[in-house]
């Protein structure tokens, strides 16, 4: 029994290990984030469907790409990486309320960055291998569009960074309660 668990430590050390080389230290991927489509929070939000071409239709070209295309904008092109406004960040593609103003901070990436969303089920996070690294995707609950990724070297009291591009992204102002 001791042995088994002995064993059991090893290989996940192993794995640990392994993962940590595979991502050259740098972009961890998030504990516990989906695989295989387990995500957190995919049952508690009703999804909204729309086919490519009513997205097309309703997004901004550069919304688009991003949002149903898994773009990234240029680091300090979008207009909220530097944005410092009181209020709700919103899906721009179904105006879900994602995050707060109040979890902002400047994470010197050129990309709006929060430490965590509103609610954790408002967002999805996927597993993504693309590029050749291992990040966690976020994405929007209700639409799926791309929102950004999420990585574990954020300020306290969650060390995230949500690094989200400001166009998948709508702002708007509230006051502080
Ligand atoms: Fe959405």
Not at 148 to 156: I, L
């Amino acid at each position: 029994m001791i042995r088994r668990v002995w064993l059991k430590a090893a290989l996940s050390g192993a794995a640990a290990v392994l993962s940590l080389l595979w991502t050259g230290g740098r972009l961890l991927p998030r504990a516990g984030a989906g695989q295989g489509g387990q995500e957190k929070g995919a049952k508690m939000i009703e999804k909204i469907h729309r086919t490519d071409q009513e997205w097309r239709s309703l997004l901004t070209p550069e919304q688009y790409r991003i949002l149903r295309r898994k773009g990234t904008e240029r680091a300090f092109t979008g207009k909220y990486h530097d944005f410092k406004g009181q209020g709700v960040y919103l899906c721009a593609g179904c105006d879900l309320e994602l995050f707060s103003s109040r979890t902002k901070f400047d994470s010197g990436t050129g990309w709006p960055s929060f430490w965590e969303p509103i609610a954790p089920e408002r967002i999805l996070e996927r597993d993504d291998r693309s590029l050749f690294m291992v990040r966690t995707e976020v994405l929007c609950a209700r639409c799926e569009g791309h929102l950004g990724h999420v990585f574990e070297d954020g300020p306290p009291p969650t060390g995230l960074r949500y690094c989200l591009n400001s166009a998948a992204l709508k702002f708007e102002a509230r006051e502080e309660s």
